[in-house]
């Protein structure tokens, strides 16, 4: 078992390393253990790989597929767009896979 506090760093100084009390000491008795941390890491990391997949995808074009008014835009708008599409991935995955666009013209002049 690690202690959460020395994992995060949180301690109570080092006043109390002078005074011979435990390394790593923590307020509280919280513990995690080395798997149950590895496992919290692997999920990030799998949600953030998974976004970033996501937003490659979308920065090469399927922010025309989300949104019509961004069809067209600068590489400098899917950029700054790129943290928000990492983040949210699991919205914007369910709004690329439903079909529907924001902004999209309800009907065609061509009809006449």
């Known amino acids: ?18 005074e011979g009390l435990e390394p790593g000491a923590t307020i509280g ?8 941390a590895q496992a919290i890491w692997l999920a990030v990391a799998v949600y953030l790989s998974i976004g970033v997949l996501l937003g490659l995808i979308a920065l090469v074009g399927g922010y025309s597929r989300l949104d019509h008014s961004a069809a067209g835009s600068s590489i400098w708008f899917r950029l700054i ?3 928000g599409v ?27």
Do not use: Y
Not at 1 to 18: E, N, T
Not at 29 to 36: A, L, N, P
Not at 89 to 108: D, E, F, K, M
């Open 86 to 112: 990492i983040g949210l991935w699991p919205a914007v995955l369910i709004r690329l896979l439903s079909g529907r666009r924001i902004n999209a013209p309800l009907h065609t002049d061509e009809e006449g």
């Open 81 to 83: 767009a790129l943290p």
């Open 1 to 18: 078992m690690v202690k959460f506090g020395a994992l995060c760093g949180w301690g109570k100084g080092l006043s109390q390393r002078r």
């Open 29 to 36: 008795d919280v513990t995690m253990t080395v798997e149950t």
